[in-house]
């Protein structure tokens, strides 16, 4: 086990600084959070900061146990390290041999490629959106399954890019279960949470189930209060892990040991891939592996409904840090950040500045990166517009305020967001989440009301199981399109590009790419969504 650095120190004054970073939180009247910070594996500093739940008036202590998102698939990929070390299954199997629903799509998806994101596979909760799901109504194992029986392309040919796709974690637990016997949550309890002794941890494969001390989630509501917004997931091992700061104290403690897998399991499971041409990736087995202020970091982020997580870890340093929170507005990957600024002061470096002259900060206005800005490559793009002194970020029906750190560097911290523009008046970086993606302006296409009529009609996806009907819409910018659709209200899509429209979303959107046959007449649509790409829509007579 690492001996953490002498000078290394936790005293009162620091824990009053930490403190400080919740106050905000430290109320009977809002949701909240509870930190955990752990030193060579053991807690050294637990706290809470508002309410458990807000109907009842039940506080928030240490042993709240939190719905932490993503954060669970660390643990999905420790079962099956232990399944392969068991010699139940190899990571280079063809995921097929255990789930042969999964269509040929001709080169191979192993279960190494579930593991990095790096299957190509559309992302599942996108996939549910687009069929028809809505926030509110209950997701099972079948019904992942059934959407991804339906498809009939992948995003890229597997291990040639990296794009974070929950289907392929839903798919390792179904590969746990056709296995080991057992459901991903019976198996992790008996191999796992039972040995540690997390005894408030476990896989929540049932939404009606009670538990007694799970937090209530929250998110804000437009003018003051929250409402309700719990997760209604019956799936298992991409999410739904249940926990508290205090049980993950013993899950920190087993990185350091290997209690459970044995130190060279435990190390490979936080070494990153690598891609089909030699490259190296930032992702390990559920685990995003960097380098942060000059110090290696392992860890990862949460975020479901309103429930949100961050457990980062500096393992030369001994020093972990996590925040689980239930609220949605909240940022614990800022959070977990600040607290180890805190802690450790000057063992960490100063965050530079990016460079190169490309991004060289100058004096830049909201109104200098007002406009419509595109990665053609990706099929993303983002919409700011500049009003009441500040740029502002179209978000499908809201828009987000940017905060101006600095000349030429516009944030959005609840998302980990970061717009930066240099020298170029036409291109702009924007980091989200760590994920760094180059933009281009465009001017949009002004299409007219004959062209607006010609694209109208219904379209059926065979891959969804769904028609839209696309309508005419009287846009911000002029004539525009939207998609309509049952249980749904109008989605408005503005026009890019010749044939070519696009909707705002954090995930840089969706585009619809419109296409003809030879006598030009519209045949179908392409959609891109974020974690999907050219979904086929075919125009129905």
Known sequence: MPTAPSNWTFDANTRERVDDIFAAWATTDTPGMTLGIYRDGAPLYTAAYGMANLEHGIPLS??????????SK????????????????????DIRQYIPQVPDFGPTITIRHLIHHTSGLRDQWQLLNLSGWREQDLVTDDDVLYLVERQQALNFPPNTEYLYSNTGYTLLSLIVRRTSGASLREFAQERIFRPLSMTSTHFHDDHAEIVRGRTQAYEPVDGGGYRISIPVFDVAGTTSLFTTVEDLAKWESNYLTGTIGGPDLIAEMQTPGTFADGSAMEYAWGLRVVEWRGRHRVGHSGADNGYRADFLRLPELGFAVTVLSNVSNSAPGLLTERVAEIVLGDLLRSEVAPSGAEWTTTPVTADNIAGLWTNAERGQHLIISAREGGAWLDVGDKSLRLDEERPGLFTYPAFRLQIMAGQDPDMLRVVLDGNVTSFSRVEPWLLATTELTALCGTYWSDELGVSYEVVPME?????????RRRKFD????????????????????????FERSNDETVSGFLMTAGRIRNLVFSRQS
């Not at 660390?74 to 199997?93: E, M």
């Not at 846009?475 to 998609?483: D, E, H, K, N, Q």
């Open 74 to 93: 660390q643990f999905t990929d420790l079962c099956i390290a232990l399944l392969a070390a068991d010699g139940l299954l190899d990571i280079d199997d």
């Open 490 to 513: 109008d989605q408005v899509f503005r026009p890019l590009a010749v044939d070519t429209f696009v909707r705002d979303s954090l995930d840089f959107g969706i585009r619809l790419t």
């Open 475 to 483: 846009g911000a910018v002029g004539p525009s399109i939207a998609i």
């Open 62 to 71: 240490p042993g709240s146990i939190f719905h932490v998102a993503s954060i």
